[in-house]
């Protein structure tokens, strides 16, 4: 066991680990790459007030819905297949929203391209449980890092793109990394099909969905990752409003804020990985991330004009219940079927939640007129890690 465990993260696997880590950089830039160049989008495309709240909306719910279906396409083609599958739909969607004029060609392909990255969100974490079983937790920390790298850029980089060239270019050019992706993918489903082996058995055991539904430790962690999703949502559709209102910071200072936010991701997909994996209860990373938040969250609604930047990297630092979330799927599973079910339930439910974050402090800021709400409601989610906290503090295999 502790052979295979240090054995070479790449070793016998490269077309996997290229695989894997383009997909994971390909997998967010249709949800970022767009927002920072809407002017320049409008200029060509009519895009109403509806159209705006539809765009914004599509993401999380394009990621719970094919989260949820996923693990049914899987059971019937193989992980493989619908990967490659996803990242064809992902990356053509992306290149084809860019050539067209129409509003509603231009929100269907985008709601296209976001069913892609919802169903490759769902693969990633059992693929790594497949490939890569005696680097769990390495291969969590690679993917995890690209995910957040490949979110930050698209959207640091749209607007100078576009500046450069055009809008179209930025979109696409963005679209031809998941292309590139697929292509190790087409070259593990030729090197499997002349192999003796299949791999579709591996994931059709229908009991271990049943099993992994059922049981409180899912839920826990579906929560834990609801929680991430819906203070990210909700971060980056209202930090900056937030910031205007509350600190006066100009645009630009407040758009700096939300990048650094974002951008605290990264050191967060590295330590909250190794912090979760070397763990043997979760109590630690639950009350860190419902601690980091709560304080972030108290810091911008009582002292917004002191240090501003120290709780908004506080709130960022609360996206670890992403890290718990997709870490456990491998770690809480005994194998592919139970891999893929969980995946499928944290995802799907989870971006749900994440969708309904933002719309309640829409409804809660409008009602009001000012952002208390918004704070009380975010540490409201944040205390959810109670659940968690108590679910997740024995090692169980939900699919047991």
Known sequence: MSQAASAPLIRGRILTFLGIGLAALGLRSAATAVSPILLSIEKSITLGAADLTLLGMFAPLAFAIFG???????????????????????????????????????????????????????????????????????????????????????????????????????????????????????????????????????????????????????????????????????????????????????????????????????????????LVARAKSMTGPVIYGMSVLVIGALGLWFLPTIAPLLWVILSGMGVIFFTIGLVLINLRTSSQSGAVALSGMVQGVGYLIGAVGPLLVGVAHGISGNSDADFAIIIASALVGVFPLVALRKKVMVDA
């Open 68 to 274: 949820a279906l996923t693990p049914w396409g899987v059971r019937r083609l193989g992980l493989e297949t619908v990967m490659l599958i996803s990242l064809l739909v992902l990356g053509g969607a992306e290149i084809a929203r860019a050539m067209v004029s129409d509003p509603g060609q231009f929100l269907a392909l985008s709601f296209v391209s976001m069913a892609g990255t919802g169903a490759a969100n769902v693969l990633l974490p059992p693929m790594v449980k497949k490939y890569f079983g005696n680097r769990i937790p390495a291969m969590s920390m690679v993917y995890l890092f690209l995910a957040v790298v490949g979110s930050v850029i698209p959207a640091y980089l749209a607007s100078p793109i576009a500046n450069a060239t055009d809008w179209r270019v930025s979109i696409s050019a963005w679209g031809y990394i998941a292309i590139v992706a697929a292509l190790p993918w087409i070259a593990v489903l030729m090197k499997n099909r002349v192999s003796t082996s299949t791999e579709i058995p591996s994931v059709t055991d229908k009991g271990a969905a049943k099993r992994v539904w059922r049981s409180p430790a899912s839920w826990a962690i579906t929560i834990s990752f609801g929680i991430a999703a819906a203070n990210c949502y909700i971060m980056w559709q209202w930090l900056p409003t937030i910031l205007q209102e509350r600190s006066n910071l100009d645009e630009a200072t407040s758009g700096l804020m939300l990048a650094i936010y974002t951008a605290v991701a990264l050191p967060n997909s590295i330590l909250g990985t190794m």
